[in-house]
């Protein structure tokens, strides 16, 4: 099976979303999780998995149970990504920006 490690896949389900704004608060163990959603514990294991080999959460055994921590770092790297993103947009209404004011300008 291959393993998913797109973040933006990642945080594309609402659900994912979901969890970790969860996280921000703090760790959780798996059924922590669950118990906010209405989905079998599988289902949210499956979305654990896949926030995990993303690296956006990180494991860590605490005796017979996991917890769940938020990879603050991995989130800085869609932050940088999109604060990039959004300079390229404005970058391009600036120049669509001076294309109309020459389109007024030019006007008969």
Known sequence: M???RDVFQAIADPTRRAIIMLLTVGALTPNAIADHFNS???????HLQILTECEIVNQEQQGREIHYHLNADKM??????LEQFKQLLAKRFEQLDTVLEQLKLNRP
Do not use: L, P
């Open 76 to 81: 800085k790297d869609i932050e940088k990504w």
């Open 2 to 4: 291959k393993t998913r």
């Open 40 to 46: 079998s514990r599988q289902a949210v294991s499956k």
